[in-house]
């Protein structure tokens, strides 16, 4: 499977931004997704996953109530809408996808990448 991710852009704070990641290959509802973010110097950390049972949905403390993470099916897309950004927002965005159920909310535990996407939030 292979993911491409984009959307991404400069925006101001308080603004909004729509990712998403395109995703080739069979089998789109077997596959769990999520969205990791990687500031410069720091280590990649998880955003929301969407599992593929029942499209259960999980957020990092920071995209709660701000994020929300969706599945078109037939489109074979994963967004993440983002809302009242902060500059601490600020990242490259990765999407990712693997087979578990619930796959654990760190990268080693995810086997697919894109390629990322820019999200710069001007203060």
């Known amino acids: 499977v292979q993911l491409q991710a984009s959307g991404g852009g400069l925006v101001q704070a308080g603004g909004s931004l729509r990712l998403s990641c395109a995703v080739s290959?069979?089998?789109?509802?077997?596959?769990?997704s999520a969205w990791f973010r990687q500031s410069p110097g720091k280590e990649r950390e998880f955003v929301a996953r969407?599992?593929?049972?029942?499209?259960?949905?999980y957020y990092a403390d920071s995209a709660k109530g701000r994020f929300t993470i969706s599945r078109d099916y037939a489109e074979k897309i994963v967004y993440l809408h983002m809302n009242n950004l902060k500059p601490e927002d600020t990242a490259v965005y990765y999407c990712?996808?693997?087979?578990?159920?619930?796959?654990?909310?760190?990268?080693?535990?995810?086997?697919?990448w894109g390629q990322g996407t820019q999200v710069t939030v001007s203060s």
């Open positions: 290959g069979p089998h789109f509802s077997t596959f769990s």
């Open positions: 969407i599992s593929k049972v029942q499209g259960r949905t």
């Open positions: 990712a996808a693997d087979r578990a159920a619930f796959p654990a909310a760190v990268p080693t535990r995810w086997d697919y």
